[in-house]
């Protein structure tokens, strides 16, 4: 029987006969009971509590010009990049001290776009954050874009400097497969950026995939919205997740969304990691049937060969783990048909 982790280098080489399994949920101990990679969070501490509490580069209630005039980078305390790769090392020590597996482990990093739109978010009201669990930011950064695109780049380039780091450190820890990086930048309607910050973006995402290949390790982009007008370009990522180019609110959307799914697999090579709407994993009006017959269609139409059988997204904020977990269990007993 091949290994979990024998199974998904198989499927980041585009070999594989069998289908690997990544639930994500959040908890490494779960993930590793069934699926067949683990997640290893690396999030910078420093910037954690941004959405949280406001980026320190908010606009509050200031007008965009105030705003903007008022914006000095140097005035934030930016980490030394010796203080990243500390603390990427202790976060990946820590899992792999507890947690005893043998299955494929990834990385996983905020990008330089989101951390981006994070620094500049006005925080949320505690008594709603402590009820939903729901956080937001206002896209201030990508106004910033277009109001001063020179101050919006080197703003980006603070971030990327610092995930940068990050993702060298976590490529080079030998408990690593594999480093995911999240960087959103588009939305269902296609970019959220003007084209030259677009292209930015795409650059600065490239030159964080060549640094974790060149330690080699495979490289994977999370990127939610409408990417299929750049996936050649992001041919420099081993896999892309979750491939949320549309919405999947029932099955029939979802359906229709892998058919979407199936017409990109054309054009890339890239391993899709996708094929489990969280839309609908965490609807308990939705019957699991339902989500089998996505799973079906999903390697019906994209093949098993490069394909990771992966959730879009991580639990919803305030979602009971017992329920999920269940349904989780019924999925992966389902699978095991394509194992």
């Known amino acids: 029987m091949v290994s979990s982790r024998r199974l998904v280098y198989e499927a980041f080489e585009g070999i594989n006969e069998k289908l690997p399994i990544y639930f994500m949920l ?18 910078i501490s420093l910037f954690e509590n941004f959405l949280i509490d406001g980026g320190p580069f908010r606009r509050g ?7 903007i005039e008022g914006i000095d980078l140097n005035s934030y305390e930016w980490p030394s990049l010796s203080d990243i790769a500390y603390e990427v090392e202790e976060r990946i020590k ?19 776009t989101e951390l981006s739109e994070y ?13 939903t669990g729901m956080l937001h930011h206002r896209f201030d950064f990508a106004a910033l874009t277009v109001l001063d695109l020179k101050l919006a780049s080197r703003l980006h380039e603070q971030f990327h400097r610092i995930v940068l780091e990050a993702a060298k450190t976590a490529a080079e820890n030998q408990y690593i497969d594999s480093v995911r990086v999240a960087d959103d930048f588009c939305s269902y309607k296609g970019p959220i950026y003007r084209p030259e910050f677009t292209n930015t973006i795409l650059e600065r995402q490239r030159e964080i995939a060549d640094a974790i290949k060149g330690r080699g390790k495979y490289a994977v982009l999370h990127s939610d919205g409408d990417v299929r007008f750049f996936i050649t ?56 049937r339902d989500l089998a017959t996505i799973i079906d269609y ?20 305030n979602i009971e783990l017992s329920i999920v977990e269940e349904r989780v269990r019924e999925i992966a007993k389902y699978s095991e048909k394509y194992r």
């Open 26 to 43: 959040g908890d490494d101990a779960l993930e590793a009971k069934y699926g067949d990679i683990v997640s290893v969070r690396c999030r």
């Open 61 to 67: 209630k200031l007008n965009f010009n105030r705003w």
């Open 94 to 112: 820590a899992v792999a001290k507890t947690l005893n597996t043998e299955k494929f482990t990834q990385a996983t990093l905020i990008g330089p």
């Open 119 to 131: 620094s500049c978010a006005p925080g949320v009201n505690s008594r709603v954050y402590a009820r």
């Open 233 to 288: 370009r992001l041919g420099c990522f081993n896999g892309i997740h979750p491939l949320d180019i549309m919405p999947k609110t029932s099955l029939s959307y979802a359906l229709k969304w892998i058919s979407e799914v199936k017409n990109l697999r054309r054009r890339t090579n890239t391993t899709f990691l996708t094929g489990i709407p969280v839309e609908l994993l965490y609807n308990t009006n939705i019957p699991v």
């Open 298 to 317: 999903a390697v019906e139409a994209i093949g098993l060969k490069g394909l990771i059988l992966t959730t879009t997204h991580r639990p919803y904020p």
